[in-house]
């Protein structure tokens, strides 16, 4: 928490400007949000076009009343990640950002509590806390929370595989359910993994790599690895999947785009008691055979009213990988619309 926050008056004429201080009460949390050479601060000042000065644990924010106040958000909001133990990276200060000017939005999901801070969505396990770092992301990790069967869908890099992953580790490490299936249609070899080499796990590692990278971030490496050899982390190819009812578990299926309509509906029949379902996917990189359709784009046509079924859409604006990441989504995204 910041020891105090003080408006400064300016000269008359100037009613659209403010000069915000902020007091922070720990140097070294101070310090850490700073960023080496206050880079941090940089960021934020030209993301926002304020004027950001610093002085032992003390800032100075100068500039539009707007924009300055959602700077002294974003900053609190970092501010507490820092005292939670959390290090701040260029993407987090990117994410507090986006938070902080869309919780002036009255059409996006709340984002403010108290007196005026962000209280976006987290995430945690023993070994990290994840922070919601976009509106779409805030809403997707309290939508997992609250619904048993999530699709998230979006372009590459805005953390809807990475958020499924993180949230099953947490309900795994709490007792909450008793194991993690994870799933990904194999297009590039039709669903037949029989001529690769080595065990089932082996086969279809290469197409899990995301899935597996996300929970060793997650989780220790030695219990990733047991929970492996236990079956309690679960590789499980989709054409194996049916007849199979998948209770106490939480369920992902990933790159769900690839999927045939047929097996969608197999998999989403595969619901069972005390059971959560994470599909993802992003319906303009589909690799299916052409004349197919796709199962996710068919399942969300289907399913649009059916109650209990949440679907957040996610678009560059939160792609949270590098910002050329974002860049490229957009251009693609303009070639497609002509």
Not at 37 to 55: M, P
Request: glycine residues 8%.
């Amino acid at each position: 928490m910041t020891a105090s926050t003080e408006l400064k008056n300016l000269p008359s004429g100037a009613s659209d400007m403010a000069h915000i201080v902020l007091t922070f009460d720990n140097n070294k949390l101070a310090s850490a949000l700073y960023g080496p050479f206050d880079e941090n601060l940089a960021r934020i000042e030209q993301t926002l076009g304020v004027d950001i000065r610093s002085k032992g644990n003390q800032l100075s924010v100068k500039g539009d009343s707007v924009a300055a106040t959602q700077a002294r958000r974003a900053l609190d909001y970092l501010y507490e990640m820092a005292q939670g133990g959390a290090e701040i990276a260029a993407s987090d200060v990117d994410g507090a950002v986006r938070l902080a000017i869309a919780a002036d939005d009255q059409l996006v999901l709340p984002t403010l509590e108290g007196k005026g801070k962000l209280a976006a969505a987290q995430i945690s396990t023993r070994k990290r806390t994840v922070h919601a770092r976009s509106v779409n992301q805030d809403a997707y990790m309290r939508a997992l929370e609250r619904s048993e069967l999530v699709f998230g869908i979006g372009p590459a890099g805005t953390g809807k595989t990475f958020l499924a992953v993180a949230y099953a580790a947490m309900l795994l490490e709490r007792g909450a359910v008793d194991r993690i299936i994870l799933s990904r249609p194999a297009v590039e070899a039709g669903e037949r993994l029989g001529f690769l080499p080595g065990d089932m796990r082996e086969k279809v590692d290469p197409y899990l790599r995301p899935l597996y990278d996300a929970l060793y971030d997650m989780m220790p490496a030695d219990k990733v690895e047991r929970a492996l050899a236990a079956d309690v982390i679960e590789i499980a190819p989709l054409a194996f999947m049916r007849g199979r009812t998948l209770a106490n578990s939480v369920v992902i299926l990933d790159e769900a785009q690839n999927t045939t309509p047929m097996q969608m509906k197999m998999f989403l029949t595969r619901l069972g008691e005390n059971a959560r379902m994470i599909v993802t996917g992003d319906p303009s990189q589909i690799d299916l055979p052409p004349n197919t359709k796709s199962g996710l784009v068919e399942a969300l046509e289907v399913l649009t009213e059916v109650p209990g079924i949440v679907t957040v859409r996610f678009d560059d604006k939160d792609v949270v990988r590098h910002p050329l990441v974002a860049a490229i989504v957009r251009a693609y995204d303009r070639q497609a619309r002509g």
